[in-house]
T-cell receptor, first 110, second 114 residues
Framework: QKEVEQNSGPLSVPEGAIASLNCTYS??????FFWYRQYSGKSPELIMF????GDKEDGRFTAQLNKASQYVSLLIRDSQPSDSATYLC??????????FGTGTRLKVLA | DADVTQTPRNRITKTGKRIMLECSQT?????MYWYRQDPGLGLRLIYY???????NKGEISDGYSVSRQAQAKFSLSLESAIPNQTALYFC?????????????FGEGSRLTVL
């Protein structure tokens, strides 16, 4: 079992819809969870991080964390074509060793 | 100017050659990382360093070595390059004193081994 699992996609959603990106992890010691966005040929950039169970909202983005289920998700509301990218999940277990999932490729159709 | 600078940005080499990828940062961060990225495999951790005297192996360290010459510099070496080391390599930094733990990435070094 991989440490961090994501559906590779592509996940295709129409413009204006909600995109839901999911990530499961195996390390129960994971304390913080990071979502990065990576455009093709570019370096990853942080979208959101979450520490506590529940939801955290930032603009059109909402991160959801359920530690009991070892599950973290990212919702993108009112999806735009500019949101088309690969989204990478990275849990962190207190050792500052960041292991990434394989990423989910999102395509927002105009 | 980029806060995390990688050189070279692109390199083509032959099997068996020694290659060094360099990373320097002006962010003053203590933690530095090397990742490689292959299509469909995401980012995989090669080595990471929390300070000049602390270097740790990541998921895929075989065939690689690193050197932390100073807090601001972290180099990745391939002693004898092989074709399956063809990949996009990223350096990243993070700061112990900041609460977020966010990684800041360089622009990447694309390595092709023929």
């Amino acid at each position: 079992q991989k440490e961090v699992e994501q559906n590779s996609g592509p996940l295709s959603v129409p413009e204006g819809a909600i995109a839901s990106l999911n990530c499961t992890y195996s390390d129960r010691g994971s304390q913080s969870f990071f979502w990065y966005r990576q455009y093709s040929g570019k370096s990853p950039e942080l979208i959101m991080f979450i520490y506590s169970n529940g939801d955290k909202e930032d603009g059109r983005f909402t991160a959801q964390l359920n530690k009991a289920s070892q599950y973290v998700s990212l919702l993108i509301r009112d999806s735009q074509p500019s949101d088309s990218a690969t989204y990478l999940c990275a849990p962190e277990g207190g050792t500052y060793k960041y292991i990434f999932g394989t990423g989910t490729r999102l395509k927002v159709l105009a | 100017d980029a806060d995390v600078t990688q050189t070279p940005r692109n390199r083509i080499t032959k099997t068996g050659k020694r290659i060094m990828l360099e990373c320097s940062q002006t962010k003053g961060h203590d933690r530095m990382y090397w990742y490689r990225q292959d299509p469909g495999l995401g980012l995989r951790l090669i080595y990471y360093s929390f300070d000049v005297k602390d270097i740790n192996k990541g998921e895929i360290s075989d065939g690689y070595s690193v050197s932390r010459q100073a807090q601001a510099k972290f180099s990745l070496s391939l002693e004898s390059a092989i074709p399956n080391q063809t990949a996009l390599y990223f350096c990243a930094t993070s700061d112990t004193s900041r609460g977020t733990g966010e990684l800041f990435f360089g622009e990447g070094s694309r390595l092709t081994v023929l």
